[in-house]
């Protein structure tokens, strides 16, 4: 339990908050090349990267490397919309999933956890913004060279 309170997504619950996460929590492993998240389709879950790494790509272009810690398919959370990337499986990968009918129950049925877990959600969304405008930047840089 102690790694999952290290986990971006789980940060700042308390012990007691951290127990009552894992009854909705199922863990998946996956093998090297296996995808995760398809683009075109409807994510799930959300994901925990908890052991190995997962690629996030579009149109075959590696666009970032998700390690242990980080989380993907919260944005299927908030709307209906479908991936616009596939999530691949770089290595053996064990992935912690919460399906998200389980997640919409759990906040809300806590609302102390609920606030905690969509704020960290946000956190963690606007990291991956600075990522992509990152990457985006280094590529316009690129093409100016």
Same mark, same amino acid.
């Given at each position: 339990?102690?790694?999952? !309170?290290?986990?971006? *997504? @789980?940060?700042? *619950?308390?012990? $007691?908050?951290?127990?009552?996460? *894992?009854? #909705?929590?199922? +863990?998946?492993?996956?093998? %090297? !090349?296996?995808? $995760?998240?398809?683009?075109? +389709?409807?994510? /799930?879950?959300?994901?925990?990267?908890?052991?190995? +790494?997962?690629? #996030?790509?579009?149109?075959?272009? &590696?666009?970032?490397?998700?390690? %242990?810690?980080? =989380? @993907?398919?919260?944005?299927?959370?908030?709307? /209906?919309? $479908?991936?616009?990337?596939?999530?691949?499986?770089?290595? /053996?990968?064990?992935?912690?999933?919460? %399906?998200?009918?389980?997640?919409?129950?759990?906040?809300?049925?806590?609302? &102390?956890? !609920?606030?905690?877990?969509?704020?960290?959600?946000?956190?963690?969304?606007?990291? =991956?913004?600075?990522?992509?405008?990152?990457?985006?930047? /280094?590529? *316009?840089? !690129? &093409?100016? &060279?």
């Amino acid at each position: 339990m102690n790694f999952l !309170g290290e986990m971006a *997504l @789980f940060q700042d *619950l308390s012990r $007691v908050e951290l127990l009552r996460s *894992l009854r #909705v929590i199922y +863990e998946h492993t996956y093998a %090297p !090349g296996e995808v $995760v998240v398809r683009r075109g +389709e409807r994510a /799930d879950s959300i994901y925990i990267i908890a052991e190995g +790494e997962c690629v #996030v790509e579009r149109h075959g272009a &590696e666009l970032t490397t998700l390690v %242990p810690g980080e =989380n @993907f398919g919260e944005l299927s959370m908030l709307d /209906d919309s $479908v991936s616009s990337v596939d999530v691949i499986c770089k290595k /053996d990968s064990i992935l912690m999933a919460i %399906p998200l009918t389980n997640f919409q129950q759990l906040i809300r049925d806590d609302l &102390e956890i !609920g606030n905690k877990l969509m704020w960290n959600m946000l956190r963690q969304m606007g990291r =991956n913004i600075e990522r992509m405008n990152d990457l985006a930047a /280094d590529v *316009l840089v !690129g &093409e100016e &060279e």
